[in-house]
């Protein structure tokens, strides 16, 4: 249980004795922290539900929780809130419940659940841009949360690597090296272990190809045969796209591992090709499928559509499949292979209507329960001005070189601000990566997952304020005052005694922790760990300025301070960890 929960029981307690609904009993931090530390407003709802005077039902419920030891005061303010303030004594204790072990403090889920989460989805042969950037940095952010509080959780990657593009691809290669043996529809030798092109090649042959279709319908034509003879498993072309899949996987892995996000399963839309004949036939059966202009669709509009929602279309009138096509199929593949109780994708919010179709399809199939297919959107990185941020050149930002701009910006802050003095060239790059990074993935984070945000490197970077290099730095810090401290002999840590204010706030802020894990993940929201981690750093901050700690004389409380301390540094490490950031050990 949180701590708010724990108190919400408490007071729910209260109100059900009355005769009241518990739930009225909620208790969250309080909005003026200088006169209380908690509070509840459910007697203002609960008097109006039993026409009561509210301030009267608040006092006679202050009435029932003052015989509880747990509180120093309870207070009926304004127009009938409770206020509550614990007692020093119940802070200590509950801390000393989440000072051992490695959850200090986390909620963890009583029914946890076993997750596919979708939050790749970068495309072969494209170089992966700021468009995947939120869905990795967010999916990874969201699957650590999952798994830390019990569920069991597989990522996908989900590489777009079938499809139009692909017979761009192949139809481009063909121009430049029309003898190679994947075009020979007579070849009957095996095909050679070594791609014909490298990864700059397919970034090349990409670009030319798809503007080649835009100008001329002939090549577009070439290219959607292509594709077609590719999907019905034309070998030459099948041996020409492996090389394609295999050189992009390469780099894009690398660009995901810079960015520290990880998948379990490489899966791609190819994958689940082989499912769709058989799909299809049971969909007919099912009698879900109906004829359309040639095209063959499944309906998923409702009477109580207040948008149109326009059918799924599962074969154009060519026979060609589609992006639902396949999302529909990969749903049938990971419930026959990995039996989730939920599937999630993190995927920009331009999708919503499709997710929409394919997730009442799924439905209408009997594959899985539209309630239990989540698309958690989010909201675009606009540049200054206020448009999807593009490069000076007007392109889509490569993550590449984004990452190696935030790395550079890193390097020159970080000399500016004397950290990392005197480390070694290697050690100072790595570091400067990591603060790049972790600026770029906090300035995402921070802001609630469906708002866009702007671009702004100035801001992102800074040490000062709410920024992943001051998170960074903070963690550090505590790292550097602990070892410190070891190095004084300033002893073991000891149980947390409450003298200074600062001590007391710094202890609500760690208790605090459990209740903002479990609203993470209630919605999905990693900007609540955000807004926890810098509380942290702050409360910490203010500790350290205030207090004494290897230095204090009296030993009962230099053993408290170093617990707070140490506690600090654990749950700093663990938040920054679940935001999926890597922090240097010195900076
Ligand atoms: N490849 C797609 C794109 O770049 C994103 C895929 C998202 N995931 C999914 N299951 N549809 O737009």
């Known amino acids: 249980m949180t701590l708010s929960e724990e108190l919400s029981k408490i007071v729910g307690d209260a109100f059900a004795d009355e005769g009241l609904d518990f739930a009225f009993g909620a208790v969250k931090p309080a909005d003026r922290p200088d006169l209380a530390q908690f509070q509840c407003n459910g007697a203002l709802a609960a008097a109006k539900s039993v026409k009561q005077n509210p301030r009267a039902l608040a006092e006679t419920i202050a009435g029932r929780l003052r015989d509880q030891t ?45 997750i596919v989460m979708d939050y790749g989805g970068p495309n072969v042969a494209k170089p992966l841009h700021v468009g995947h950037l939120r869905a990795a940095i967010i999916g990874e952010s969201l699957k650590r949360i999952f798994r830390f509080v019990g569920d069991q959780v597989v990522g996908d990657v989900h590489l777009g690597d079938w499809g139009l593009p692909m017979g761009q691809l192949i139809t481009e290669l063909r121009r430049e090296q029309p003898d190679l043996p994947y075009f020979d529809a007579d070849f009957s030798g095996s095909y050679p272990s070594e791609p014909p ?25 070439e290219a959607r045969e292509a594709t077609s003879e590719l999907q019905k498993g034309r070998t030459g072309y099948r041996a ?42 049971a969909l007919r059966s099912k009698g879900l499928v109906e004829n359309s202009d040639g095209a063959q669709i499944i309906r998923v509009a409702r009477d109580d559509d207040r948008k149109e929602v326009p059918p799924l279309m599962l074969f154009k009138s060519d026979g060609a499949v589609t992006y639902g096509t396949t999302d529909l199929a990969t749903i049938l593949d990971r419930v026959q292979s990995e039996s989730p109780d939920r ?43 206020g448009k999807p941020f593009k490069t000076r050149e007007g392109g889509a930002l490569r993550l590449r070189d984004l990452i190696d701009t935030v790395t550079e910006r890193a390097k020159l802050r970080i000399a500016e601000s004397g950290l990392a003095e005197g480390y070694g060239e290697e050690e100072t790059h790595d570091v400067a990566r ?52 070891k190095e004084k002999n300033a002893g073991a840590p000891g149980a947390v005694v409450i003298e200074a204010p600062e001590e007391r706030a710094l202890a609500l802020v760690l208790l605090a922790f459990g209740e903002a894990v479990r609203e993470a993940h209630q919605k999905r929201a990693p900007h609540v ?54 922090a240097p050990t010195r900076m």
Not at 85 to 102: E, F, H, Q, V
Not at 462 to 480: D, I, N
């Open 343 to 385: 599937i999630i994708y993190v995927v920009d919010q331009r999708q919503r209507l499709h997710f929409e179709q394919v997730f009442r399809a799924a439905e209408r199939a009997g594959y899985f329960d539209a309630e239990k297919l989540e698309h958690l959107w989010f909201g675009t990185m606009n540049g200054k001005d």
């Open 240 to 281: 020409l796209w492996r090389h394609f899949v295999a050189l992009s996987r390469a780099s894009i892995e690398r660009e995901y591992a810079d960015l520290g996000v990880t998948f379990d399963l490489w899966k791609g839309e190819a994958d689940v090709d082989p499912l769709i004949e058989d799909m299809a036939a």
């Open 529 to 582: 760990l955000c807004d926890h981690a810098f509380q942290l750093a702050q409360g910490f901050s203010k500790f350290y300025a205030a207090c004494r700690i290897a230095d204090e004389q009296d030993a009962e409380i230099r053993a408290s301070r170093l617990t707070l301390a140490s506690m600090v540094g654990g749950q700093l490490g663990l938040v920054l960890n679940l935001l999926g950031f890597d």
């Open 197 to 221: 092109v490298v990864l700059a090649d397919l970034e090349r042959l990409y670009p030319q190809a798809s503007a080649a279709c835009k100008a001329d319908a002939v090549r577009a034509d």
């Open 70 to 114: 747990l509180f120093q005061e309870i207070t009926v303010a304004g127009p009938g809130f409770i206020n509550l303030t614990l007692t020093d004594n119940s802070l200590s204790a509950r801390l000393g419940d989440i000072a051992d072990g490695d959850s200090f403090g986390g909620w963890r889920k009583p029914a946890p659940e076993k």
């Open 434 to 485: 990591k603060v790049g990074v972790a600026a770029l993935k906090f300035a995402d984070l921070s802001n609630p997952r469906v708002s866009d945000y702007i671009f702004d490197l100035d801001r992102f970077m800074a040490f000062e304020g709410k920024t992943g290099p001051y998170l960074l730095y903070a963690s550090v810090r505590v790292k550097s005052v602990l070892a410190k401290a």
